[in-house]
T-cell receptor, first 111, second 111 residues
Framework: DAGITQSPRYKITETGRQVTLMCHQTWSHSYMFWYRQDLGHGLRLIYYSAAADITDKGEVPDGYVVSRSKTENFPLTLESATRSQTSVYFC??????????FGEGSRLTVL | KNQVEQSPQSLIILEGKNCTLQCNYTVSPFSNLRWYKQDTGRGPVSLTIMTFSENTKSNGRYTATLDADTKQSSLHITASQLSDSASYIC??????????FGAGTTVTVRA
């Protein structure tokens, strides 16, 4: 089915471990984004990508790494997870009109 | 300070009643304003998108208004249904992918 999918939907990990959240879109949209959503805050941009092999930092990039070797995939890696990275993470892609399409989210708990 | 402020933070309404959500922004320059609906545990879904020249846009029982002079927008829900229970997020675009998110208004519709 066409759309944007994230995996895993739920993840529990321990402080210091590496975690990778996956994001896949089937539309071939150029722009892709990673946001985190925390209570009391709006969605905050972690990283974005304008095309394959082009990525840039957003508002809250510290502790995260991204890559984009293929247009359809945009994984987000937490190199050494911290409790402050407990959050719900949303991947999104943007159509040419500017409309944003979100995945269903990945809920991450760092113990 | 968040450049997009939404009010109220939450509200409860009876099924069949109307309600209006507010969004004030200070984002500049302004490209467009979007309203998203986010059901619990799901990703946000686009309701409306308005450019500078548009004053109102409807999507079924949802009507968004925009006053670019006062930098205010509202989302009106007519004849609310239980399925309208969700968080509603106001998003302002400066240009292209540069988006500012409000913290959202949580709407609870009671039977």
């Amino acid at each position: 089915d066409a759309g944007i999918t994230q995996s895993p939907r739920y993840k529990i990990t321990e402080t210091g471990r590496q975690v990778t959240l996956m994001c896949h879109q089937t539309w071939s949209h150029s722009y892709m984004f990673w946001y985190r959503q925390d209570l009391g805050h709006g969605l905050r941009l972690i990283y974005y990508s304008a095309a394959a092999d082009i990525t840039d930092k957003g508002e809250v990039p510290d502790g995260y790494v991204v890559s984009r070797s293929k247009t359809e995939n945009f994984p987000l890696t937490l190199e050494s997870a911290t409790r402050s990275q407990t959050s719900v993470y949303f991947c999104a892609s943007m159509r040419g009109t500017g409309e944003l399409f979100f995945g269903e989210g990945s809920r991450l708990t760092v113990l | 300070k968040n450049q997009v402020e939404q009010s109220p933070q939450s509200l409860i309404i009876l099924e069949g009643k109307n309600c209006t959500l507010q969004c004030n922004y200070t984002v500049s320059p302004f490209s467009n304003l979007r309203w998203y609906k986010q059901d619990t545990g799901r990703g946000p879904v686009s309701l409306t998108i308005m450019t500078f020249s548009e004053n109102t846009k409807s999507n079924g029982r949802y009507t968004a208004t925009l006053d670019a002079d006062t930098k205010q927008s509202s989302l009106h829900i007519t004849a609310s249904q239980l399925s309208d229970s969700a968080s509603y997020i106001c998003v302002v675009s400066r240009e292209g992918y540069k988006l500012s998110f409000g913290a959202g208004t949580t709407v609870t519709v009671r039977a």
